[in-house]
């Protein structure tokens, strides 16, 4: 039986990630800042286990993984969303940076080193599409995903020799309590379930990026062809709003 780690697995992608993985036959060790809802997905998840946590504290990240033992896969999924001017969220996007970034840093620092010893092992970060392009209004947010993506670009590289995947997830626009708080309605808006089935058949086939939707994922990836000007004078319009 395969083991799995999870970070921010209370909610949204991460639980469903994990009971998608525990569908799979995976044994899980789950990592969350809200005990409560933890517990509540243990007792629905066979061979399970909760390890409350935040993931902004390295000591706490390295105690849970201890706790947890070996893991076959290392899914750092904890992250938070906040909307606000790039001139006006510097508070908003530390704490982004803190939970999103170094989150999915102090989760690889934790497991790396044995995965490197045993010479496997599967480390996947969820990044977002949105770590592609910077949005108006999501400076902040865009900015840790961009981060996740280029740490977890040179980790593949660098990791490859030990025999460790490393995997990184995009994904667009997901139904979960963070896009509820959105003023608009997103395209292309993805349910939560589709999501995981879609991220764990990328891990389990050792994808290195896993993104969709895809027509989200083609534009994006488009408009990075662009001219500069060409997308500044679309997305200005967006920033006005």
């Not at 909610?11 to 899980?28: F, H």
């Not at 946590?53 to 893991?71: F, N």
């Not at 899914?75 to 530390?94: H, L, Q, R, T």
């Not at 770590?131 to 280029?150: M, V």
């Amino acid at each position: 039986m395969q083991r799995a780690i999870i970070t921010g697995a209370s909610s949204g992608i991460g639980a469903a990630v994990a009971r998608e993985m525990s569908r799979r036959g995976y044994a899980l060790a789950l990592i969350a800042r809200r005990a409560d809802l933890l517990e509540q997905l243990v007792r629905e998840l066979p061979n399970s286990i909760a390890l409350p946590c935040d993931v902004t504290d390295s000591a706490a990240v390295h105690e849970a993984v201890k706790r947890a033992g070996e893991c076959d896969v290392a899914i750092a999924n904890a992250g938070v969303g906040m909307m606000g001017w790039a001139a006006k969220s510097v508070a908003d996007a530390e704490t982004m940076m803190r939970v999103n970034y170094f989150g999915m840093l102090y989760l690889f620092d934790a497991v790396i080193p044995s995965m490197i010893e045993r010479r496997s092992g599967h480390f996947a970060g969820i990044a977002s599409l949105a770590g592609l392009r910077g949005l108006p209004t999501a400076s902040g947010y865009s900015a840790s995903k961009a981060a996740i993506q280029a740490f977890l670009d040179s980790a593949r590289a660098e990791l490859a020799r030990f025999g460790i995947r490393v995997t990184t997830v995009n994904p667009g626009f997901i139904a979960t309590a963070m896009t509820d708080k959105f003023t608009f309605k997103p395209p292309l808006m993805m349910h939560v379930d589709k999501a995981a089935k879609i991220i764990v058949n990328g891990i389990e086939r050792g994808g290195r990026i896993v993104e969709f939707p895809w027509p989200t994922s083609i534009a994006v990836r488009l408009s990075r062809m662009l001219p500069a000007w060409m997308v500044d004078r679309v997305m200005s319009g967006y920033g006005r709003r």
